[in-house]
């Protein structure tokens, strides 16, 4: 077949050699055509847009990490430290990098020696982060471990160690509470505030209490370091190193060592001591005991750990400071007296105590069931004559005593930087009015006025109540040393109604009254106070015809709460002091409100003797907090094997010591509950041993 | 006539000398690939490239006359191996290449590029002159190329595909077909081309449209170029020094030492070393068609235009490749790249080529006493 072109050529050797010669010089051409083409293409990204290259080359080479900034320190009123940082070596998982997560807890966990507990905590956080978040493996390495990992890196992606620093309370679990702890950032903040500076491994915000409340005066300026990586994050070389600025320091009114008595004096109880500086409302110590130790909670603390904490009875995990709600008991009787005297009934005025009297068609009774025969103010405070109170409240009615409830600090939520406060109620016909739709009735107001009914109030108010009465000043609490203030407004008692009541309260301790147990061993120091019973059962007819029973036969949830507040010296107050002891029942003198107040109250005037004392008691409590906690933790570890069936259980059953409480609810505050529940046993818990 | 022995000023030193520049600097080049150590790519392909230059001397010994007899068998036997690749990769499911010899693996597309250009090349020396403009001289080529690319193509490779194609094409082109047929067919592709691209899927599209622009992609499929480009622009005119080249060192450069050893090159001795680069494989194309256009005889100037063609290819497709203007189709860099098959391949050309220019020479030479 032919093309079918109209003019055909006629085509030779010759002609086709032309042909190929011509046709080879076009594709010779072509090709150095396309090579100039490269040459200038090539030129054109290396000369024209160098900058940009180079620009995305060396972000590509350097990358830019974060050095977490020193936490600012907490200082007590002395310049001791309350939290301050430590070096250490830690490693964190970088859960978006990770191959083989299991295998590389395994590898880590046997290179490290972790715990089940840490492997278990890891595996949870990893499981909860959202990927960016980092998970501590572990802190507080030795050098030589920190190296084992390090050489191991090229194995195990997604681990990140790192030196650092760690946050450290050399108080332990005492100031727990007071100063919280830090942790890392929750997915929630980050989400907030975008500042990359909270996915750094290593970087810790505060979560509760004071670190929570200052945490962005403590937190500092992160440092930078540039380091060279290679495309798989793989770390070359640093190059260059800016320093972290640290935070600031902070300094508190708490004076440390006060602070760390207070909480060991508070022994195997479940309880809060307050102390307030009469001077300037400084709050000296604000210990709430048992506690979580904030070093284990600031490193992450093991499941297990959070969970023996969650199921102890005497609730760790609140700040029952602040947070404890409790009836103020007696503790207000000096408070309305105080009333009684504003509302003009003179401190001579007596009232005969028979035991009992009708209010309505109720029975009230006085602690003492036989009476306290005639009584003037001093000896029913003194006495703590419900009797009195009852007679007198109702002459005077319930607005005038809760006026002067108001002043002293009942109910009132002050300025205070810690995320919760309760605080409390002070009941009046208007506010019963308000609450329940219903009429304040006289019964209501006899409750009040032995602090039972619906007042409540909280170890802090307590402790603002006592230095108030002392100083007859509406003192405010307050936190951080030098803070100004404006000078505290009266109570509105004049000076001869606080003399009467001073000494009333003197003679609760040092004149035959009900709070013997907190006289002073400080030679010419003398404590005044209050002693205070709490029901928080009640007793019914039945019960009071066939005795009331002991606290020692109760379940502990049923005991009474032992209540003190007090100041010293009564007739020159420096310094007042509240303690609660839930449901301690006053059953072990030693572990009672009266005598811990007393003590502590020792330690500022002579420290050494306070300690000495304290020293020898704790022997007796089985050590500090910190070991009692440990051995808690032992045997709670045990009881979890046995009960997994990990561990067979010990023939003589010793370890349900530890396991037998948790099985009771840790419910917060027990309803007054008119349960009479004969068969429920004593608590198989030491602590519950007279 | 001088007083150099003749079979020495015979020997093709120039051209020995070219490619031992470019393979020598390959090879420095691999040596800072892999950060400084002559393991494990720049002794082995020092290595590969003395056996396979011996190869292409002994290559350049044979007769022209041998290549244009075995260039049919040649063509079959591999054609054949191609089809035997598609059957063993259909049975065994997934694209194949090989074929399993046992000791080696052998990869019979790469020997089609040499191969498809010696035998439409012995296609047309075997036409009579007067055919050349004859649907005759048309079809039975078409069919040649056509059956290898289409293999190539379902295996898929389209970077060996478009290479075959390319091939077959430029020795048609110097055969002297009419001109109009390759601009006719040139305008009818380029008109095709974006009816085409409406007919593609979604993600076809995508690959497309991150080709020409790949940093809308930096991270997905525009990651090697996007690379690559920050290489080659980050050495500036100078580059970045000898064994400093952060890209390749850091491992942000894929495949840095072989379908972009380019790259790594450039961010180290920069425009200056790209061109030098450029120029030498410009010296090689210049004498690989200068032979063809001194070669009276019509197969062998058309097998050495189209196998410089082809090593040209190579080198245009790879270097487009690596500066973002063509897509990743995995087509080394000749001497340079790390790997044996496409050494074999280039130097297989080059000892032809020269075998070609050997046998003009004599004849020229011989010619005066005849």
Known sequence: MKFPFPKR?????????????RRAMVVGGLQGAIGAVLVGRMAWISVVQNEKYSLLSESNRVNLTLIPPRRGWIIDRNGRPLANNRTDFRVDLIPQRIVDAEATITHLAQLLKLEPDDVDRIREDLEKSAGFRPVQVADKLTYDQYAAISVRLPDLP????????SRHYPAGATVGHLLGYVGPATAEDYKARRDPLLITPGFKVGKDGLERAFDRHLTGKPGAKRVEVTARGKIMQELTTRIDTPGRTIKLTIDAGLQEFAGRRLATQSGSVVVIDCHNGDVLALASMPSFDPNSFSDGISHLEYEMLSKDDHVPLRNKTLQGLYPPGSTVKPMVALALLEAGIGPQETINCPGAIRVGNTLFHCHKRRGHGSLNMRGAIAQSCDIYFYQMAQRIGMDRIASMARRIGMGQKFDLPFPSQSYGTVPDPAWKERKYNQKWQVYDTVNATIGQGYMLINPLQMAVMAARLATGKQLMPNFIFGAPRPDPVSVGASEEHLVVIRDAMNAVVNGGGTGGAARSSIPGVMVAGKTGTAQVRRITMAERAGGVRGNSSLAFKLRDHALFQGFAPFD?????????IEHGGHMIRNEDAPMIASDTLSYLF???????????????????PTERQARQMASFRIAKAIEKGEVPPPADNAMNAASGNSSAPAASQPPPAAAEDDDVPPPANSTAAP | MSIVPKPLTEFPWRILALLLAIAGFGTVVLYSAASGSIFPWAVNQAVRFCIFSAMALGLSRIPVEVFARFAFPAYGAVLIALFLVELIGGVAGGSQRWINLGFMQLQPSEFMKPIIVLTVARFYAMLPVGEIRRWNAIWPALVLIGLPWALVLIQPDLGTATMILAGGITVMFLAGLPLRLFIGSGLTVAALIPIAFSFLHDYQKNRVLIFLDPESDPLGAGYHISQSKIAIGSGGIWGKGFLKGSQSHLDYLPEGHTDFVF???????????????????????????????????KFARLAAAGLTTTIFFYVAINLMMVMGLAPVVGIPLPFMSYGGSSMLTVMLCVGIIMAIDRAGKRRSGMGHWR
Do not use: H
Request: glycine fraction near 10%; charged fraction near 20%.
């Open chain 1, 158 to 165: 997604g681990v990140a160690p790192s030196q650092g620093f």
């Open chain 1, 9 to 21: 050529k006629i085509v030779t050797e010759a002609t086709q050699s032309f042909t190929f010669s």
């Open chain 2, 263 to 297: 790259a790594t090159m450039a961010e180290e001795w920069g425009l200056l070393g790209g061109t030098l680069m450029i120029l030498a494989f410009m010296l090689l194309f210049r004498w690989g068609i200068r032979v063809a256009m001194r070669t009276q005889d």
């Open chain 1, 572 to 580: 020159n107050p420096r310094y007042a002091i509240a303690c609660i």
């Open chain 1, 606 to 624: 002579d420290p050494a003797k306070a300690m000495e004392k304290l020293e020898t008691l704790e022997k007796g409590w089985g050590g500090t």
